[in-house]
């Protein structure tokens, strides 16, 4: 669990002790962790990213949860393993966006075909009399 996970654990207790309703987006891929908060009394949301820059807008706070780790706790090895375990997730997600491109491309592709070889007006007709033997 990220640092963030912290502060949004924190965030969601303080909001259930101050009786404030939170709104909770979960992970995807990790459904105990949360992506964002939103707040509706407050009009405030909390987004969680591995890259600020995706989010920016003038009018947003952004809070780099790494300052909060203590550095000097920190071993060379772990050091390492960070640097090691970033790199990899990086490549991951990197690898996981062409695959989800290319499945795209491959999806429009099926698409063509089958609006080629649909017949559209037939289905039509056949929802026409399916309709008229229900209900009249």
Same mark, same amino acid.
């Given at each position: 669990? +990220?640092?963030?996970?912290?502060?949004f654990? %924190?965030?969601?207790?303080? @909001? $259930?002790? *101050?009786?404030?309703?939170?709104?909770?987006?979960?992970? =995807? &891929?990790?459904?105990? *962790?949360?992506? /964002? !908060?939103?707040? =509706?009394?407050?009009?405030? /949301?909390?987004? $969680?990213?591995d890259? =600020? +820059?995706?989010y920016?807008? =003038?009018? &947003?706070?952004?809070?780099? #949860?790494?300052?909060?780790?203590?550095?000097?706790? !920190?071993? *060379?090895?772990d050091?390492?393993?960070? $640097? #090691? !375990?970033?790199?990899? $997730?990086?490549?991951?997600?990197?690898? %996981?966006?062409?695959?989800?491109?290319? @499945? +795209?491309?491959?999806? +429009?592709?099926i698409?063509r075909?089958?609006?080629? %070889? #649909?017949?559209?007006?037939?289905?039509?007709?056949?929802?026409?009399?399916l309709? %008229?033997r229900?209900?009249?």
């Open positions: 669990m +990220g640092t963030s996970q912290f502060m654990d %924190a965030l969601i207790n303080l @909001a $259930r002790r *101050q009786r404030l309703e939170v709104y909770r987006a979960p992970v =995807p &891929l990790e459904p105990s *962790q949360s992506e /964002a !908060l939103y707040f =509706p009394r407050l009009d405030l /949301a909390v987004v $969680r990213s890259k =600020p +820059g995706d920016y807008n =003038p009018e &947003l706070k952004i809070v780099n #949860m790494e300052r909060f780790i203590d550095r000097s706790l !920190l071993t *060379q090895s050091r390492k393993r960070r $640097r #090691m !375990l970033t790199k990899y $997730r990086d490549e991951l997600i990197s690898d %996981a966006l062409v695959g989800m491109s290319e @499945a +795209g491309e491959l999806h +429009g592709e698409e075909i089958y609006r080629e %070889a #649909m017949d559209f007006d037939a289905v039509g007709r056949f929802c026409d009399e309709e %008229a229900i209900f009249d």
